[in-house]
Nanobody, 128 residues
Framework: VQLQASGGGLVQAGGSLRLSCKAS????????IGWFRQTSTRGREGVSC????????DYKDSVKGRFTISRDSAENTVYLQMSSLKPEDTAVYHC??????????????????????WGTGTLVTVSS
């Protein structure tokens, strides 16, 4: 089982990127998929999560209204569309698959303990 995040890069503040999370050996439809990011100063932060059904999404407060998570079953891929990027969004972004978490304000903690698979991340750098 492999999860591969891709689509990162260098972008100016205010710009956009779309990250992709593709899986091999795993049907993403059976799992909730979350995106988290990691920096040396802030550690690991939950960014967004989409339920296995695709009907429920959760977001970190600071990305609400700017990021959108979606899934494409035919492509076995989950996307994270990031717009109005800010320098503080700079991080290595990872995707993970796990069982459906509790939703709402505690979604990240709930999902963190339910993650089963994750892989290498993709670096997003936002310049000011």
């Amino acid at each position: 089982v492999q999860l591969q995040a891709s689509g990162g890069g260098l972008v100016q503040a205010g710009g956009s990127l779309r990250l992709s999370c593709k899986a091999s050996g795993l049907s993403l439809d059976n799992y909730a998929i979350g995106w988290f990011r990691q920096t040396s100063t802030r550690g690991r932060e939950g960014v967004s999560c989409i339920s296995s059904s695709g009907t429920i999404t959760d977001y970190k407060d600071s990305v609400k209204g700017r990021f959108t998570i979606s899934r494409d079953s035919a492509e076995n891929t989950v996307y994270l569309q990031m717009s109005s990027l800010k320098p503080e969004d700079t991080a290595v972004y990872h995707c993970a698959a796990g069982s459906d978490p509790s939703h709402g304000s505690g979604w990240w903690t709930s999902f963190y303990y339910r993650m089963r698979y994750w892989g290498t991340g993709t670096l997003v750098t936002v310049s000011s």
